[in-house]
């Protein structure tokens, strides 16, 4: 038998670039966003990091010809900027001209291209966090309450899986006053495949010929309602009360006369429960209670009953006493007493009851363009090298700071930004998507 020669070989091994593509998220908020106050900083008049825009006044009408005057008050809402974010990376010289700036490779971009990837997604995650009302403010961190629905639809235990769901939802949204045009939903992608694929089960032969080729929702409606799916919307999770679906009863309020109510105290909470309510957690009025009408909203213009429960949003976190005791600071400011803020249909009474959500995935509804970016350009960093960069896949703008360290053999660049965002409450509504959902 032939003896094979004992050889001896190098190995030599070598970095080779696979042609990957980024393991991109589906971001639709930031290309989506209504961004007239961008670059606010630059409006002269504006001093600070926020600015305030008008909402549509409010009026009341009362019968007759003999005019009762009532005052005109102009509503604002506030767009902070109080976010800033940023992604950096540094390198020797050494590990610049061996590695990475090899002949025609330029690593240094494939690095850059990147950091500008999980930056933008960071930027993209936090404006949908508007949506559960969760956005907390870098500058004195708190959570920005005044941003986020306070109407929901869903109930955290049925699936999102059908059209009419959808067109259920969308005709509270109407019902309740909206805009003419322009409406859009934000949809976890995770709801997808089961709206779809029960839609394909409908004869309805030339939608379901554009949504089997898409594998999409699509655009439907009178007027058409636009659908966006993202992998990045909030979960909200739910204090105690919610969590455990307990029914709460009304104690009393903090304003008998009915003018503004911001507080209701319930009772049935879990006894010294420290996690009774979280700032975000969505209550509504329940029906069929023994001795009380129905609550529902007045729609927003024209002050009719409208075929909207009162919901609304808890704006701050709540602990039970030791008689299971509750008040929970809430928005809107609820009003049965009349004038142009009227918003009930019916007085709040002792003994009515209201019930929480348990925790849940959170998709929107949004009217019109009322879903604000701003994002200001930031200054160049003199003496280092300064450029702005823009992220194709989500619309971000970020800036680009580039430089070495005297003496130190150390080479960095710096992704960041600063953005601030807010969604008008009156002109969106939450939809609630069960855990168990995705």
């Known amino acids: 038998m032939a003896v094979f020669p004992n050889n001896i070989l190098q190995q030599v091994q070598t970095y080779q670039r696979s042609g990957l593509a980024l393991l991109q998220n589906l971001c639709c908020h930031v290309a989506t966003a209504n961004t007239k106050f961008i670059d606010f900083d ?3 008049a504006n001093l600070g990091s926020s600015i305030t825009f008008d909402k549509p006044p409010r009026f009341s009408t009362v019968a007759g010809l003999v005019a009762s005057f009532q005052p005109a008050v ?10 800033a974010n940023n992604t950096s990376f540094s390198v020797t010289s050494q590990q610049r001209i061996f590695n990475l700036e090899k002949g025609e490779e330029d690593y240094m971009r494939v690095f850059g291209k990147s950091a500008i990837a999980e930056l933008a997604t960071k930027v993209e995650g936090n404006v949908a966090l508007n949506w559960a009302s969760a956005v907390r403010s870098q500058l004195d961190n708190t959570l920005n309450t005044f941003s986020g629905p306070y109407r929901y639809y869903g109930n955290g235990t049925t699936a999102l899986t059908s059209y009419q769901q959808l067109a259920q939802a969308i005709m509270f949204f109407k019902n309740y006053g909206s805009v003419a045009e ?16 029960n839609g394909l089960n409908q004869f309805v032969p030339h939608r379901n010929d554009e949504i089997a080729m898409s594998w999409e929702v699509g655009d439907f409606g009178t007027p058409l309602v636009s659908y966006y799916q993202s992998n990045l919307m909030p979960i909200h999770v739910s204090g105690n009360t919610g969590v455990n679906q307990q029914v709460l009863t009304v104690v009393s309020t903090n304003d008998p006369t009915g003018q503004n109510v911001t507080q209701i105290t319930v009772s049935g909470a ?6 009774a309510v979280f700032a975000g957690d969505l209550f509504s009025f ?8 129905n609550m529902r909203y007045l729609t927003y213009i024209g002050h009719f009953p409208s075929a909207n429960p009162v919901q609304f949003r808890a704006t701050a976190n709540a602990a039970a006493n030791a008689a299971g005791v509750v008040t929970i600071n809430i928005t809107p400011a609820l009003n049965w007493a009349g004038g142009q803020n009227q918003n009930l249909n019916n007085p709040i009474q002792a003994g009515m009851q209201i019930l929480g959500l348990p925790s849940h995935r959170c998709g929107g509804i949004l009217g019109g363009d009322a879903f604000y970016l701003a994002m200001p350009q930031l200054p160049e960093q003199s003496p280092y090298d300064t450029a702005n960069e823009y992220d194709e896949d989500t619309g971000v703008s970020l800036r680009l700071t580039y430089g070495s360290l005297f003496g130190q053999n150390e080479t960095g660049m710096i992704y960041d930004e600063t953005h601030g965002s807010v969604i008008v409450p009156e002109y969106s509504m939450r939809f609630i998507v069960p855990l168990s959902q995705g």
């Open 42 to 44: 630059k409006i002269q």
């Open 74 to 83: 102009q509503q604002v809402q506030t767009l902070v900027c109080d976010q």
């Open 182 to 197: 322009g409406i859009k939903v934000y949809l976890p992608d995770t709801v997808v495949p089961s709206i779809v694929g």
């Open 270 to 275: 879990t006894a010294s429960d420290a996690n």
């Open 286 to 293: 329940q029906d069929g209670v023994v001795g009380f009408d």
